[in-house]
């Protein structure tokens, strides 16, 4: 900014100090004696008098210009020729000293006002315009430009845009060699900014880091840390040991934290006890247990931290030395939390000005600060005693028992509570029952949030053990006990829900939700309850939001999907299928329902595609591998068929119905050979199956073999056996029927005609075998019981039913249940 301004030229200038060195001969009094103006005034009487201001007297000193301060040189005289003060000569006023005097110039007359900083000059003259294209002006400018690239490459780091930031950088980086070359060319390297080429290289190496190229960021921060002029440049070691641990190279990592550590002095104590830590971690990552373990030692005697404490606990676990990890647990809990308690927000009186300042702090951002550091140091408490308690003593309810000693010791005396919680749940994971009771029983006489939470925990016990009468009790106590816990309330929606009562089960919900609006459980639940309702859109919504907490959730996701299933959307529930796959990609049931949702839309490839996939996940699902046989039947392809009816087989070997799929597509695929030596194993089988013997005979007859007569014997035998069987079953129908009609007394009578048909029937060879019903159409690979409705099966063009005989099969065994 300097090169702005323009000083006047000397020229111009007053000289303040010239004349007084000059020699006047006029204070000379050695030469007074032939001074003859001196010696006169002297001897007259006038000796004294001052002489006009104009008056001039000739003597032997000649009148000489005298500087004044403000540079004027006018011949000023007395009677003996010196200068006279405050005269004036020439219309220049004569300054009293001879100092400068504010105001005083050359052009000043008497009379003119006083003007110390020259304002009656006027405006000062514009300054004269930059050169802007000077050589160090355009390096200026440059310059400028690298620290705005710096700047943006920063603030897109903190705003997400990675790949911006790099961009940025790598731009400075650029612009800023450029900078150092031209500075090389015009002057000494000594007038190189090294601050900015540091700052670029340091940005650019943390924009690489940032974007996970780790290689180019290592050689950037080899460039800083190996250049001598940087001083601190070998703290970024720290940064290359980071990378190194981010790369899973542990012994570099190490290697470069401990290098670090040499360059930074002691006075950095937080700095060097961070890079311990990091230390620490390495040698717990390669399992080097004992090292960790003298840097966290280390750490905890010179400024104990809650992290240093837990990775300590979790190095002495891995060795199981039981002592040193209950010394390590009471380190922990002993760490200094610096934190103000709640004391401090409650109102020692009624003063407005105290609660109105307590009610602006109590919420604020160090408030805030203080309730996570708490949370966090309370989280790993309790993580650690859960960890070392099973192993510090014989048993875990020992171990317990110190940790819960130890917790009520310190000052987080409210944790104790939490540790017998946490027992009682522990006993629920090892199936101790009785244990789990009495430690939570042991809470009905504690204050309200703790019996609550225990309360809680005793509902779900029983809800689990379908005890719903105790859940219910206990399910009370909790919501009396603190009507703000939605745990408590989700187990007493719960506990309603069970006993149907649906509309009331949705108002626990609520409540919970109103109480706290992340209870997951409550919100899952309360969409169970609408879909029981058949409140659907309503369920749809909080699926919806449920979703919207848990993105990859599968059960919130199935539930969705099944919505809209509901509402005959396949279109909307295929897609949430799609993304529950994602989550759980071989759930075999999730396969099969788009597979079947895609044969409903006619998709018979997409189908096809993930009913294969869940079979191979689950090869006994017997829906698949009939669908599947079924497909291959349509596609004319009878051969890859038999290998999933044989699985059917073997899944079901007393159904004949999977045999003589496998013995039909033998058959079409014209193998007949194997068609008939199939047949014959599910005659020796089932000997009384009628189908089997009707395509015994027929293809005898078709080979001309000996054996047709034998096996048309056994049809008409088997076919006469089916026909009394059912005259039997249809009178003992009639009869059940007209004991209906006649009342009790009928009832005797029918109850024991039906006792006699019953006898007759269990007599009866092989009536608890499975039959297959004679048809004259195409052969009907279906198993019927003769007792009971026959299972549906899919018709296709391979495949077609006998439905006459089928029907009279469906309706056997109906009068025979007991009234």
Excluded at 241 to 262: C, E, H, P, T
Excluded at 359 to 364: G, L, P, Q
Excluded at 446 to 453: L, Q, V
Excluded at 735 to 751: E, I, K, N, T
Aim: glycine share 6%; net charge negative.
């Amino acid at each position: 900014m300097m090169e702005n301004v323009h000083l006047a030229p000397e020229a111009d200038e007053d000289d303040l100090y010239s004349g007084y060195n000059d020699y006047n001969p006029t204070f000379d009094t050695e030469d007074l004696e032939n001074d003859v103006a001196f010696q006169e005034a002297a001897r007259t009487s006038s000796h004294g008098r001052r002489p006009p201001v104009t008056a001039k007297i000739p003597g032997t000193s000649a009148s000489r210009p005298l500087a004044t301060a403000v540079g004027s040189k006018a011949t000023l005289t007395s009677s003996m020729g010196r200068p006279m003060t405050g005269a004036i000569q020439d219309g220049v006023s004569r300054p009293m000293t001879a100092v400068h005097a504010a105001g005083y110039t050359k052009a000043a007359t008497r009379g003119s006002s006083f003007d110390p900083i020259g304002q009656a000059r006027g405006p000062a003259p514009p300054l004269e315009m930059k050169n802007s294209d000077s050589l160090e002006e355009k390096m200026r400018q440059l310059e400028k430009k690298v620290n705005e690239l710096v700047e943006e490459s920063c603030i897109a780091n903190s705003c997400g845009d990675l790949k911006l930031a790099l961009e940025k950088a790598k731009e400075a980086g650029r612009k800023e060699r450029v900078l150092v070359r031209q500075r090389e060319q015009i002057s000494t390297p000594e007038n190189i900014n090294l601050d900015l080429t540091y700052s670029v290289l340091f940005n650019l190496a943390s924009q690489y880091a940032a974007n996970e190229m780790y290689a180019e960021a290592l050689n950037t921060y080899q460039v800083i840390v190996k250049n001598k002029m940087f001083s601190t440049g070998g703290r970024l070691k720290v940064n290359m040991g980071n990378i190194y641990l981010k790369q899973r190279n542990y012994s570099k990592a190490v290697k470069f934290y401990r290098m670090a550590l040499d360059q930074i002095p002691s006075t950095h104590k937080e700095m060097r006890i961070k890079i311990m830590q990091n230390i620490g971690i390495a040698f717990i990552k390669t399992g080097q247990y004992v090292d960790a373990i003298n840097s966290f030692e280390h750490i905890m005697s010179v400024s104990p931290s809650l992290k240093a404490g837990f990775n300590l606990i979790l190095c002495y676990f891995a060795l199981g030395d039981g002592e040193k990890m209950k010394k390590a647990f009471q380190k922990l809990i002993a760490v200094p939390l610096e934190v103000d308690y709640d004391d401090k927000y409650i109102s020692p009186n009624d003063d407005p000005h105290t609660n109105l300042l307590i009610e602006a702090i109590k919420n604020d951002s160090l408030r805030q600060i203080e309730h996570k550091r708490k949370s966090m140091a309370e989280e790993y408490i309790m993580t650690a005693a859960k960890l070392i308690a099973p192993v510090i003593e014989t048993s875990f309810a020992v171990g317990y028992d110190w940790c819960v000693e130890v917790v009520k010791a310190s000052h987080y005396v409210e944790l104790a509570n939490d540790l017998e919680i946490n027992k009682a749940t522990t006993y629920l994971r090892q199936q101790d029952f009785n244990q789990a009771l009495e430690t939570l029983k042991m809470f009905e006489k504690k204050d309200s949030r703790m019996k609550s939470a225990a309360a809680t925990n005793l509902s779900f016990f029983y809800y689990l053990e379908n005890e719903l009468a105790q859940a219910t009790n206990y399910a009370d106590l909790a919501v009396n006990s603190d009507r703000y816990n939605p745990a408590a309330l989700t187990n007493k929606g719960n506990t309603v829900f069970a006993n149907g009562d649906y509309e009331k089960a949705a108002e626990f919900y609520k409540e919970a939700l109103r109480n706290d609006s992340l209870c997951t459980e409550a919100l899952y639940n309360l969409g169970l309850t609408y879909k029981k309702l058949n409140r659907i859109d309503e369920a749809l919504d909080c699926f919806l939001k449920l979703h919207a907490i848990l993105r990859n959730s599968a059960q919130v996701l199935h539930q969705i999907a099944n919505i809209y299933e509901i509402m005959e959307d396949p279109g909307q529930a295929i897609e949430w299928l799609l993304q529950l796959i994602s989550v759980v990609p071989t759930d075999p049931r999730v396969l099969s329902k788009l597979g079947k949702l895609y044969d409903n839309e006619g998709d018979k490839s997409q189908a096809f595609h993930y009913y294969y996939e869940s079979y191979r996940y689950f090869p006994s699902n017997i829906e698949v591998i009939e669908w599947l046989g079924a497909y291959y039947i349509d596609t004319q392809f009878c051969e890859k068929a038999i290998e999933y009816f044989e699985r059917a087989a073997l899944i079901l070997p007393t159904h004949v119905k999977w045999q003589l799929m496998v013995a039909s597509c033998y058959r079409r695929s014209g193998n007949y050979q194997k068609a008939l030596e199939k047949y014959k194993v599910i005659h020796r089988k089932f000997p009384e199956n009628v189908e089997c013997l009707r395509f015994l005979v027929r293809l005898c007859t078709d080979m001309g073999l000996k054996e047709v007569q034998e096996y048309m014997t056994k049809l008409k035998k088997v076919e006469k056996l089916k026909e009394i069987r059912e005259q039997r079953i249809k009178s003992g129908r009639d009869g059940s029927a007209r004991s209906r009609r006649d009342g009790s007394a009928g009832s005797d009578g029918g109850g024991t005609k039906g006792e006699r048909l019953s006898a007759k029937l269990k007599d009866m060879p092989g009536t608890s075998e499975p039959y297959e019903s004679s048809s004259s159409k195409e052969i009907d690979a279906s198993y019927t019981d003769p007792l009971g409705p026959q299972a549906e099966r899919p018709k296709t063009a391979a495949r077609k039913r006998a439905e006459e005989d089928d029907f009279a099969d469906e309706e056997l065994g109906d009068d025979l249940l007991p009234e």
